[in-house]
């Protein structure tokens, strides 16, 4: 969950795994502007279908602009 007062980022919130809806309430964007954002998106997203989903990791290391030691 985000805390709009701080922009702190509680990441225990969030599972491994993303859903569009996880990134839409980080990031604080439209459901459309989401999808946007994630059809070229900087970052690795898989795709199954329609279904899209994003490694917490990865998005973590492109928000926070750092490399993560996994």
Known sequence: MV???LQVINWSDY???MRPKHIEEILGISQRKT??????PPFH?????????????????WLEGRKLDL
Not at 35 to 40: Q, S, T
Not at 45 to 61: P, T
């Open 3 to 5: 805390t709009d007062d």
């Open 15 to 17: 599972p491994k795994i």
């Open 35 to 40: 999808y946007e954002f994630l059809n070229d």
């Open 45 to 61: 997203v898989a795709k199954d279908g329609k279904q899209k989903f994003i490694s917490k990791a990865v998005f973590i290391e």
